[in-house]
């Protein structure tokens, strides 16, 4: 199983060696703008679908997480949010679905503004 947080509980482990979920949000809001802005120049994918969306996750937190990209196989929440992150079980089989529903609508194309 893996870590995902600190020994005190109070914030997710992390590369950064930050312990204050304060100083850790600050971090995470400047590390994933960077990594955005640098997504948005790659070119769009060919499949967007679920390791699409793990590839981002990966991408956007790989500085900051070792699990960045990965599964998650327990359930957590941040210590300072009162909502939890999605069911473990249920992740893989949930994207799945809300990719497969997507698809379905064209990946929402042809909406109007």
Do not use: C, W
């Not at 802005?37 to 790989?62: C, G, R, S």
């Not at 990209?69 to 327990?74: E, F, N, Y």
């Amino acid at each position: 199983m893996t870590d995902y947080f600190t020994d005190d509980d109070s914030v997710l482990e992390n590369k950064l060696g930050i312990s204050g979920p304060k100083a850790l949000q600050d971090a995470e809001q400047d590390i994933v703008t960077k990594k955005t802005a640098k997504l948005i120049t790659e070119k769009p994918p060919t499949q967007f679908d679920f390791n699409y969306l793990k590839y981002l996750h990966k991408i956007l937190f790989e500085d900051i997480y070792d699990f960045a990209g990965k599964i998650r196989t327990v359930d957590i929440a941040k210590a300072d949010s009162s909502v939890p992150f999605a069911h473990a079980p249920f992740i893989i089989a949930e994207g799945e679905r809300i990719f497969e529903d997507l698809r379905g609508k064209q990946y929402l194309a042809n909406l109007g503004k």
